[in-house]
T-cell receptor
Framework: DAGVTQSPTHLIKTRGQQVTLRCSPKSGHDTVSWYQQALGQGPQFIFQYYEEEERQRGNFPDRFSGHQFPNYSSELNVNALLLGDSALYLC??????????????FGPGTRLTVL | GNSVTQMEGPVTLSEEAFLTINCTYTATGYPSLFWYVQYPGEGLQLLLKATKADDKGSNKGFEATYRKETTSFHLEKGSVQVSDSAVYFCALRDQTGANNLFFGTGTRLTVIP
């Protein structure tokens, strides 16, 4: 059983560009959450998707947006990249019952570097 | 608001030494508490959890007790191994039912033979 997968593994962009990161949840999971982990810091919650809608959002600007597809996979989009957006972006999935209060399984992350 | 304060690292121990990583939290009500571990090049893995006061979570020789009176959830292991070298994160999920996690800054543990 494949766990949570993310692509790409690494990405280098320049300031002002746009980026799309992808996540496939663990089999049987329908809820996807995204976190940003800056170097030397703990992950910070960006947003969570369930039934193709954003259900919760952390303290991140509108430059961060997302999407969930009917197969439960998800994308994270970041527009107008800033140097401070350089981080490891983690995707986590959780199982049914709207994903509430269920364990989150994390993917290996996408390392984004903004130059 | 919700926050987690974690013992700063890095921590370096000899094999078979005793490990303690301190974690305290701020939250309203009764959050659920977690320890996650991140091995090099891998994603976060749930190590243990506790969902109510005085619960003890345990896994792979690690344990932590949910102390409501001191708002703490310290991680302990009696005898560490080289394979325990990783970054450890304390986290909480608040009682509102939202499934997002609040993490501490992480503590890097290195165990030397």
């Amino acid at each position: 059983d494949a766990g949570v997968t993310q692509s790409p593994t690494h990405l280098i962009k320049t300031r002002g560009q746009q980026v799309t990161l992808r996540c496939s949840p663990k089999s049987g999971h329908d809820t996807v959450s995204w976190y940003q982990q800056a170097l030397g810091q703990g992950p910070q919650f960006i947003f969570q998707y369930y039934e193709e809608e954003e259900r919760q959002r952390g303290n991140f600007p509108d430059r961060f947006s997302g999407h969930q597809f009917p197969n439960y996979s998800s994308e994270l989009n970041v527009n107008a990249l800033l140097l401070g957006d350089s981080a490891l972006y983690l995707c986590a999935s959780s199982p049914g019952l709207k994903g509430r209060r269920n364990e989150q399984f994390f993917g290996p992350g996408t390392r984004l570097t903004v130059l | 608001g919700n926050s987690v304060t974690q013992m700063e690292g890095p921590v370096t121990l000899s094999e078979e030494a005793f490990l303690t990583i301190n974690c305290t939290y701020t939250a309203t009500g009764y959050p659920s508490l977690f320890w996650y571990v991140q091995y090099p090049g891998e994603g976060l893995q749930l190590l243990l959890k506790a969902t109510k006061a005085d619960d003890k979570g345990s896994n792979k020789g690690f344990e932590a007790t949910y102390r409501k009176e001191t708002t703490s959830f310290h991680l302990e292991k009696g005898s560490v191994q080289v394979s325990d070298s990783a970054v450890y994160f304390c986290a909480l999920r608040d009682q509102t039912g939202a499934n997002n996690l609040f993490f501490g800054t992480g503590t890097r543990l290195t165990v030397i033979p």
